[in-house]
């Protein structure tokens, strides 16, 4: 609400004409009731970003645990990471692969055909065992493809994986395929 002071604006004093100043003055205490209800209603109303974590369940680091159990070769992926968002894989060991090593990339044509296929002659072999993958980043791979490596094998439904430090045996793999 706004008013217009139209007042006289003070006493007569002496003999000068002063003009007719008007004042006027805005009463704000609608828009800041206004201004406040829809701060009020923006904080209640938003929602906040949620975090995009991925779960993922590392082993203990007690080196005591005799729970260990031997895992066949022919059940095992081996996933290199490399340079250039370029990867390698291979079963088996890596002296003696059952299949591979093979340079890949991600995607749907990549890694990803290679696990569901590969995941599929696992099960028939092992009778209903599943494959178990394991992930090796090199110092040459960049974190977006350790995070690419975990989706693909969301998405290949592996669930028995882990993340290994690499060797020696397989840089030379991947700088013998110039993507290290």
Not at 76 to 84: E, K, R
Not at 168 to 178: I, P, S, T, Y
Request: hydrophobic share 40%.
């Amino acid at each position: 609400m706004a008013e217009l002071d139209t007042s006289g604006g003070g006493g007569k004093k002496g003999g000068k004409v002063r003009s007719k100043k008007a004042s006027t003055r805005v009463d704000l205490t609608a828009m800041v009731d206004l201004a406040f209800l829809l701060v009020t209603f923006f904080m209640l109303t938003t929602t906040l970003a949620k975090p995009k974590a991925m779960d993922l369940v590392m082993p203990d680091k007690d080196d005591k645990t005799h729970d260990q159990k031997p895992v066949p070769e022919s059940r095992t992926l081996t996933i290199l990471l490399g340079s250039n968002h370029k990867m390698e894989w291979y079963r088996g060991l890596p002296d003696k692969p059952l299949a591979g090593p093979t340079v890949d990339n991600f995607g749907k044509n990549g890694i990803r055909k290679v696990l569901l296929e590969e995941s599929k002659k696992t099960k028939d072999a092992s009778g209903g065992q599943p494959m178990i993958v394991i992930v090796k980043p090199s110092d040459k791979s960049v974190y977006s493809d350790m995070v690419n490596i975990m989706d693909e094998l969301n998405i290949a439904n592996i669930n028995i994986r882990a993340i290994v430090d690499i060797s020696e045996a397989e840089v030379g793999l991947l700088k013998r395929d110039n993507i290290y």
